[in-house]
């Protein structure tokens, strides 16, 4: 596989964890069984916005085109997820039987992969749009707060 392929294949991937993984910790233990609703992604989604917006000191139509990557993201999550899906039930179908089913979990990794290739140009076509539509001091802190990593925390001050 080419290596832009692949770069582009993991970073959608930790892009759909990312925001997987956003939707997991701020829930509460009742909102973690039933998975989060619509108006609940919603509610995250403008919060999220908001605070990138102002860290970074967006205009109207810069949030604009991060709200366009954020519902690319968020329908990437769901086509990733699957329609009524649970996660912990297909892994407990994988191991159900005194053997793994391989055959199973090759079925769903092709799924999640299809996913993937199918979202990917709308996503990264809707990064671009966004990042491209910053300014190079914006550019600059976007840089400088990825290169920090963990300790960015885009939702925390």
């Known amino acids: 596989m080419k290596t832009w392929i692949r770069r582009t294949l993991f ?13 997991a910790c701020g829930t509460r233990g009742h909102e973690r069984q039933g998975g989060w609703s619509d108006e609940r992604v919603t509610e995250m989604r403008g919060k999220a916005i908001e605070r990138i917006g102002s860290k ?3 205009n109207d139509a810069q949030k604009q085109k991060l709200g366009v990557l954020a519902d ?5 999550r769901k086509a990733l997820r699957g329609e009524g899906s649970n996660p912990r039930s297909q892994m407990q179908g994988l191991i159900a039987g005194t053997t793994f089913d391989r055959a ?5 990794v092709d799924q999640k992969t299809q996913a993937v290739q199918a979202g990917a140009p ?4 809707a990064m671009a749009d966004f990042y491209d539509s910053l300014t190079p001091e914006q550019q600059a802190k976007v840089r ?11 939702g925390r001050g």
């Open 122 to 125: 709308r996503v990264i076509a």
């Open 56 to 58: 970074l000191d967006l």
């Open 104 to 108: 199973g979990a090759q079925r769903l």
């Open 72 to 76: 690319e993201l968020i329908a990437q």
């Open 11 to 23: 970073g959608l991937l930790g892009t759909a964890a990312l925001v997987g993984g956003l939707s």
């Open 144 to 154: 400088e707060r990825l290169a920090e990593g963990r300790r960015w925390g885009w």
